[in-house]
């Protein structure tokens, strides 16, 4: 899945810097930005805040930016992918193998995004960007339903599951398996939490 946010999320800015120097600073308050939204959280961060943490003048923040939220946005802007819960597939060869692997990159990324724990702020906020979400969100539950009938077709998950209910409770084990797994770092973990969540579709035999 690929999603960008809506550009009246982002909105126009009051500047795009084309001179090196101006584009390091607008990258310097992106940058502190990030840092400041995931110690402080997004509420208690300010625009003067960020431009202190990037060692410049509030005024150049507004240079930029027309409020902290849409550097938060911008931060954001085609990240969505990195923030939502990754796609199991069913016809691989070994997908309890491949389900770990795959959760093991969205950790990573959503680690390298920095940004994870305040999207639940940021949802109960901003109904605009929560509506994003959503749509995102059932993107990727309608994806994740269709590969289950096409799974279905090829005979390899249980026969008697009711595949809406089946798909949301997959997506929703996705969704809320970075909160246990995001101080891991063992490779175990990562299998076990495949492994739940394949158990829900594939009988043990059709593993590999």
């Not at 402080?40 to 805040?49: I, L, S, V």
């Not at 901003?126 to 979400?133: G, I, M, R, S, T």
Request: aromatic share 8%; glycine share 4%.
């Amino acid at each position: 899945m690929s999603e960008k946010l809506d550009e009246q999320l982002v909105g126009d800015f009051p500047a795009i810097p084309k001179q090196e120097r101006a584009l390091l600073k607008r990258q310097a308050l992106l940058e502190s930005g990030r840092i400041l939204f995931a110690e402080k959280g997004y509420e208690q961060t300010t625009a003067k805040d960020i431009a202190s943490h990037a060692d410049v003048a509030t005024g150049t923040f507004y240079r930029y930016f027309s409020d902290k939220r849409q550097l938060l946005m911008a931060l954001l802007e085609d990240k969505l992918e990195k923030i939502l819960p990754p796609e199991p597939q069913w016809g691989e060869a070994n997908p309890q193998n491949l389900l770990a692997a795959i959760l093991e990159e969205h950790i990573k990324n959503l680690q390298e995004l920095g940004l994870y724990d305040v999207l639940p702020e940021l949802l109960t906020k901003d109904p605009q960007f929560a509506e994003v979400v959503r749509k995102a969100r059932q993107k990727i539950y309608d994806k994740i339903y269709q590969d289950l009938l096409l799974a279905r077709e090829m005979g390899l998950i249980w026969e008697d599951l009711n595949l809406d209910w089946l798909a949301w409770a997959i997506i929703t084990l996705l969704e809320n398996t970075p909160e246990k797994l995001m101080n891991t770092s063992k490779k175990q973990d990562f299998y076990d939490a495949a492994k739940v969540i394949c158990r829900l579709v594939l009988p043990p035999d059709k593993y590999i």
